[in-house]
């Protein structure tokens, strides 16, 4: 009973955020104030796996303006002072993921309000930039806030995109994100990740009592929250795709079971009532269906049921040995999941009703926790032969490389738009584990910023 | 959590009544546990005499007398992915099954566990596999399956701490732990 109160709680604080941007849905692009027609022209062809020469495209991203510098409701201070802070949002998300070597916004002139829509180009090919990011604040009389985002190519004088959003004070950092996530689109033809939230477990305590509490955070490790006290051992989350609810693996009942935590209403339950332990929870693309795992006699095997609740699981493998996992292919159509059938683990794909189950790892070593790319190109697992290394394939097994090479890296999950994987790696001795990005180079590899120790990282999807 | 686990476990089966037993025999250190009720509170002395010799041992059939008489027999151990009861895992389980045909009203959790070198959720299919086959093997030897159930922590809960051969050897195990 302890431990349901101050689940609540936690949840209650956590709520509040996401509830209102969502429930107000007013966060669509409105074209705003500044009117200049976005013109055609061609994007960069560019891909993140051949980074090296647009990396070096000089962006500068200046200090956003305000029309009137007035307080606001939210922590940044004024619409000046949040201006300076939502560029920073920007710069921070297009630097830290390898993608861009953006300058500003400190040290760079401060564009003028009226400068916004009527950039100086001179002034800034004289200051070497390729590209240039400018925005404002407008603060409403309801207590939101408008920002506008403008993005120009210097060297052909011209604009090339922009976009507005009107957000909730708290929720500022979206527009930040959102802003990041139009320039990064518009210059790399890719879709867009930055407005995107994380659910993982957050450990502490030493190795042998570590503490293991579900927790959320948006893409950049800001806004972060846990939502469960760590009475109860949590692992293994996975955001639905509408972000309303979080499938994970809770010790509440002694055996461990998989609970849809509804971030919504505040409660969870139990996703199938059984005595047999269940894990490894997964949603299907459309979030109707729940992959779960379930040991019975030693065995283990994938079910699947509907995620209303209710109905009797159907089993999709059928033994021998440990089946578990599974990640559908981004039509819903097949399922990509672990076995130890042939002896050890490999990953196998099947489609989504259990039939033709085909393995696909042939790599020598094991092969575990695949995970196929929202792009549907990929699949990312973990590759174990002595040490555990993050890796990617193709759908048919075939051209395996690996993105990392530590010690021990698991558990991939995709970016929202497959172009970047985020696993956790756990320390040599220590045992502390830590989340760790990486691009499909597998050279732009960071730590993400997480107030304790990290593991399981779930990504979820773009936000609407 | 072990030990809140351990505690709805036995409200669940009844026993409130041997746990309070237990808890006084701790105290009490006698070689029977008391039939009567804890004193009341008030001026009985008894509660406050924890002396009367500590050399009996635990109580026969207590969980602590289990671990005692097992001599590190409580716990079996496995090969890298393997599941397997080889032949020094028979003599334990053996040793194991004595014990609770002795004492044929108590149950018992068997816990599984992994090494860290393995990815967490197929440890924890894993760790329930290794306990199933140490369930089994008592099943085998007319332990009533009713008695037994099984538990898996994957890796999560290492019992050493190191990262190496030696560590890893000793946290591949099924740990059995009866139900006071």
């Known amino acids: ?464 | 959590m072990p030990s809140s686990l351990s505690m709805s476990r036995n409200l669940k089966s009844g026993s409130t009544l041997l746990l309070v037993a237990g808890a006084l025999a701790l105290s009490a250190c006698a070689s029977k546990a008391p039939k009567e009720l804890p004193p009341e509170p008030g001026p009985a002395r008894t509660t406050t005499q924890p002396d009367s010799g500590e050399a009996l041992g635990p109580r026969p059939g207590s969980q602590a007398d289990f671990a005692a008489q097992m001599m590190g027999d409580d716990t079996i151990y496995f090969d890298t992915d393997k599941y397997d009861i080889d032949a020094m895992d028979q003599q334990a389980l053996a040793k194991q099954a004595q014990w609770l045909m002795t004492y044929p009203e108590k149950r018992a959790t068997i816990e599984g566990h992994a090494d860290e070198r393995g990815t967490r959720e197929y440890n924890l299919a894993l760790g329930e596999r290794r306990a199933n086959s140490a369930k089994n093997y008592l099943i085998s030897l007319g332990v009533a399956a009713s008695r037994l159930t099984t538990l898996s922590y994957g890796k999560e809960r290492p019992v050493a701490l190191g990262s190496n051969e030696q560590a890893w050897a000793q946290n591949r195990r099924a740990v059995t732990v009866t139900i006071d």
Request: aromatic content about 10%.
């Open chain 1, 1 to 464: 009973m302890k431990t349901l109160s101050a689940l609540a709680l936690g949840l209650l604080l956590c709520a509040s955020g996401p509830a209102l941007a969502q429930s107000s849905g007013t966060f669509t692009p409105e074209i705003t104030a500044p009117t200049q027609e976005a013109q055609e022209s061609d994007g960069l062809e560019v891909t993140v796996s051949d980074d090296s020469d647009w990396q070096d495209l000089g962006i500068a991203i200046t200090t956003f303006t305000t029309d009137a510098d007035v307080p606001t409701q939210t922590t940044a201070g004024t619409t000046g002072q949040l201006g300076h802070a939502i560029s920073q949002v920007v710069a921070s998300d297009l630097k830290n993921n390898g993608l861009f070597k953006p300058s500003g916004p400190d040290g760079l002139p401060r564009p003028t309000f009226g400068e916004v829509s009527a950039p100086n180009y001179r002034l800034w090919s004289g200051n070497g930039a390729d590209m240039l990011v400018q925005g404002y604040v407008h603060a409403g009389n309801d207590g939101t806030l408008t920002v506008g985002c403008y993005l120009y190519d210097v060297a052909l004088g011209q604009p090339l995109e922009k976009g507005g959003w009107k957000v909730a004070p708290s929720d500022w950092r979206r527009a930040g994100h959102k802003c990041a996530d139009m320039v990064y689109s518009r210059l790399s033809g890719e879709s867009p990740f930055f407005d995107s939230r994380i659910a993982y477990i957050a450990e502490t305590g030493s190795k042998d009592h570590r503490m293991k509490r579900l927790a959320v955070m948006d893409s950049d490790g800001a806004n972060h929250r846990y939502l469960t006290s760590g009475q109860a051992m949590a692992l293994t989350p996975r955001y639905s795709p509408d972000y309303s609810k979080i499938l994970y693996l809770s010790y509440l009942n002694g055996q461990p079971s998989v609970y849809a935590y509804d971030l919504t209403t505040n409660s969870q339950k139990l996703i199938f009532r059984t005595t047999n332990p269940t894990m490894a929870p997964r949603w299907s693309p459309d979030g109707k269906w729940v992959l779960f795992s379930m040991s019975q006699g030693g065995r283990t095997d994938i079910y699947r049921i509907t995620s209303a609740g209710g109905g009797t699981p159907e089993r999709l493998t059928n033994g021998p040995g440990i089946n578990i996992g599974g990640s559908y292919s981004p039509d819903g159509s097949k399922i990509v999941f672990e076995s130890d059938r042939s002896g050890s683990q490999q990953v196998y794909v099947m489609n989504a009703d259990g039939t033709n189950q085909k393995r696909i790892s042939f790599f020598g070593g094991r092969s575990a926790t695949p995970e196929w790319s929202p792009r549907g190109d990929l699949i990312a697992f973990t590759h174990i032969a002595g040490n555990l290394r993050v890796a990617v394939m193709s759908p048919a097994g075939r051209n395996m490389r690996y993105l990392t090479d530590s010690w021990q890296d698991e558990a991939p999950t995709w970016s929202p738009n497959g172009r970047i994987v985020q696993f956790f790696r756990t320390q040599r001795g220590s045992g502390e584990a830590t989340i760790w990005q990486v691009d499909l180079t597998g050279r732009n590899e960071r730590k993400l910023p997480t107030p304790v120790g990290a593991s399981d990282p779930a990504w979820g999807p773009i936000r609407r």
